[in-house]
């Protein structure tokens, strides 16, 4: 069972089959999959499942804070179930593959005071970018 699965029923969220199958496409390390890709994988498991409750379940995962969305040059979202754990993102300037990262360090430390202008900085969003070994070839 997955760990989305299972902080989605700690929640009392309803688990219809559609929004399982969704859950259960998530499950797994590096999970970064656009919205199409989610809704291909779901449908071998569940062949009626809609594009429109594809996106409409992962707008609620959103919304709710179980899933993350990610965004990265111009290139469509992708969805990463690792919402509960901090990390970065690697993502190749070539393919668009992502890989969570954990960088040593903390983030806001690296920010120094006086770039800060007064605000009271409560996260930081770092994305890593290059190219992966298929595309450096």
């Given at each position: 069972m997955s760990d989305l699965l299972v902080?989605?029923?700690?929640?009392?969220?309803r688990l219809?089959?559609?929004?399982?199958?969704?859950?259960?496409v998530l499950d797994g390390d590096h999970v970064h999959l656009?919205?199409?890709?989610?809704?291909?994988?779901?449908?071998?498991?569940?062949?009626?499942i809609s594009r429109a409750t594809v996106y409409n379940t992962l707008?609620?995962?959103?919304t709710l804070g179980e899933v993350l969305e990610v965004?990265?040059?111009?290139?469509?979202?992708?969805?990463?179930p690792n919402a509960h754990h901090a990390h970065q993102h690697l993502v190749c300037s070539g393919c668009g593959a992502i890989r969570d990262v954990h960088p040593q360090g903390d983030p806001l430390a690296a920010l120094p005071a006086a770039e800060r202008y007064g605000f009271v900085i409560s996260g930081a969003d770092i994305t890593?970018?290059?190219?992966c070994?298929?595309?450096?070839?």
């Open positions: 902080r989605l029923r700690a929640r009392g969220w219809t089959s559609q929004r399982r199958v969704v859950a259960e656009t919205a199409d890709e989610v809704h291909a994988r779901a449908v071998e498991r569940l062949p009626e707008g609620e995962l959103v965004a990265t040059d111009g290139r469509a979202k992708r969805y990463d890593y970018r290059g190219l070994p298929d595309c450096s070839r």
